[in-house]
């Protein structure tokens, strides 16, 4: 460690919910040019500290200092005033609104008669998305991309601050390898340029490659402050979860050669174009591909979601024709949707009501709703996935993030349905419950279950699943086994399917 004066201090902060001490006496130092990893399994105070520091919540007691001078932050206005952005874990973009007017929200360019300069704020956010390199028209309604796009947009918007301290809050979650290597791009020139940046992901390769120091935070408290420099994957999970984890991928190889589904030239309107595969019982088939590349639209192509134009699905060997999603859950699919920012949580329900939302209304297999079953198998589902023990009593408003999403995910898994879709299932889930989730993968394809996982964890996808097929441009022309790849030949596979006829991607 330098001997600099931090550009930001955290002296001793503490913050207290209803029920959880969040923030325990958390001491950390932010230097200019440093990219400071903040990590730590979910609920144990991340997003807190990060409130904090960007003036959404008051601590309530500690102090912060900037520059060496003890500050209030009281509102969100001063910590951006301050020269802080922030990238909030929550989407905190107008869905009408566009690209641009979402990029400068709060910030808009006026002129000195208080008129706004539309023209400043579409070439402003032209140059930042330039800058990020994404491919986005700055006038384009920014409900209508994709999550990942969003997502870059919402980084965009702290970019387009050029503050002096930025602050993301798990920013590639929805992001795809490519994505994320631009990214890692942008903060390393914006280190030299003297930024200090706070970076939450639970993506452990991605800090071992991007950050200088980190801070680990256990139960609200630092169980590991900065300053150490060596920066290793298993010491930092060790830290995290308190105790060695053992395995970090626990695959089981349980396919059989039935075919349970068979998809024959799936096309639609929305981004399919040519899919074709077999899912075999007791499977996990892995959709690999960039951002964009499909894999969302394929699932959701199968579920029913969006109608077929052309191709057919068939179970079992018998063709089916999903006009609904209701038909595809009622012939035994289901779908953890990816976009689990914005849909599938009921925000005012605990989680067990959240967890049994899906199998309510008769999709129970057997016809009826055994309530004691359901109790039992809810709260197995709230162990296994090490969900907030918070979740069987709160609503799941008042849960971290991380824990939001595994309430979806046990929904699903709690649905008993023959073949799952997963669609990027551990995005934000820390170590222990990511798995968890692999754990209960082997315990579904061991009890017949099939599964299609689509990951932008290429290193997960690899891991995890028996056969990879890799998506390009909506089309899936040919699966190979998953032992037959490695990372690179995945990353390469998945990039140059974007420059390559499909038949030449595994050449
Ligand atoms: N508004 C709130 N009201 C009550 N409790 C809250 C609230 N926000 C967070 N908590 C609780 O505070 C603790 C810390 O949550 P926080 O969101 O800081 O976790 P996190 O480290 O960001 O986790 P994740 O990795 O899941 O995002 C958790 O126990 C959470 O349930
Ligand atoms: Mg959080």
């Not at 951002?291 to 499909?294: E, N, P, T």
């Given at each position: 460690m330098t001997s600099e004066t931090p550009l930001w201090e955290f002296v001793d902060i503490s913050k207290a919910y209803p029920g959880v001490l969040?923030?325990?006496?958390v001491c950390i130092k932010l230097m200019p040019g440093s990219i400071h990893g903040l990590l730590g399994e979910n609920g144990c105070g991340k997003s807190t500290m990060i409130k904090t520091l960007s003036g959404v919540q008051q601590p309530d007691s500690g102090k912060i200092l900037h520059n060496g001078t003890e500050v209030t932050i009281s509102d969100p206005q001063a910590a951006r005033d301050n020269g802080i952005a922030t990238v909030f874990q929550e989407f905190s973009i107008?869905?009408?609104?566009s690209v641009g007017e979402n990029i400068f929200l709060g910030n808009m360019p006026r002129s000195?008669?208080?008129?706004?300069?539309w023209k400043k704020v579409h070439d402003d956010a032209a140059r930042v998305l330039a800058e990020m390199d994404v491919?986005?028209?700055?006038?384009?309604?920014?409900?209508?991309?994709s999550v990942g796009e969003q997502q870059l947009v919402e980084i965009a918007k702290a970019i387009a601050m050029d503050a002096r301290m930025i602050i993301l809050d798990e920013?590639?979650?929805?992001?795809g390898e490519e994505e994320i290597e631009r990214l890692h791009q942008l903060l390393r020139n914006m280190r030299s340029r003297g930024t200090a940046i706070l970076y939450v992901s639970h993506r452990l390769d991605e800090v071992e490659r991007i950050v200088d120091e980190v801070t680990i935070l256990r139960n609200g408290r630092v169980v590991r402050a900065s300053g150490e420099t060596e920066i290793n994957v298993s010491d930092i999970v060790s830290a995290m979860v308190g105790e060695d984890i053992g395995e970090h991928y626990p695959k089981e190889h349980n396919a059989?050669?039935?075919?349970?589904l068979e998809a024959q030239g799936l096309v639609t309107?929305?981004?399919?174009?040519d899919a074709s595969f077999t899912l075999h019982k007791g499977e996990v088939l892995g959709l690999g591909g960039v951002?964009?590349?499909?894999r969302t639209e394929i699932a959701r192509a199968l579920f029913g979601t969006d109608e077929l134009s052309a191709g057919q699905i068939l179970l079992s060997g018998k063709p089916v024709r999903f006009r609904r999603e209701i038909d595809a859950i009622r012939a035994g699919l289901a779908l953890v949707p990816e976009n689990r920012k914005y849909d599938g949580?009921?925000?005012?329900?605990?989680a067990s009501g959240n967890i049994t939302a899906a199998s309510l209304g008769g999709l129970n297999r057997f016809g009826v709703l055994n309530l004691k079953a359901e109790a039992q198998a809810t709260h197995d589902l709230i162990r296994d996935l090490e969900i907030s023990t918070q979740a069987e009593e709160k609503?799941?408003?008042?849960?971290?993030g991380g824990n939001q999403q595994k309430i979806v995910i046990a929904r699903w898994l709690f649905s008993q349905s023959d073949i799952l879709i997963l669609d990027?299932?551990?995005?934000?889930?820390?170590i222990g419950a990511k798995i968890a989730v692999y754990k209960l993968i082997n315990k579904l394809t061991r009890a017949g279950k099939s599964i299609i996982l689509i990951s932008s964890d290429h290193d997960e996808l690899l891991a995890m699943s028996d056969r990879i097929a890799v998506v390009q441009h909506g089309a899936i022309k040919r699966t190979v086994k998953a032992?037959?790849?490695?990372h690179d030949d995945l990353v390469r596979a998945s990039a140059d399917a974007l420059h390559t006829k499909p038949e030449e991607a595994f050449a």
């Open positions: 969040a923030n325990d006496k107008v869905p009408t609104l000195r008669l208080g008129v706004i300069n491919d986005v028209s700055p006038n384009a309604i920014t409900g209508t991309l920013p590639t979650a929805a992001l059989s050669d039935d075919v349970v309107e929305f981004g399919v174009t951002l964009g590349s499909g949580l009921f925000f005012n329900f605990r609503t799941v408003n008042f849960l971290s990027e299932p551990t995005q934000g889930i820390d032992s037959d790849l490695n």
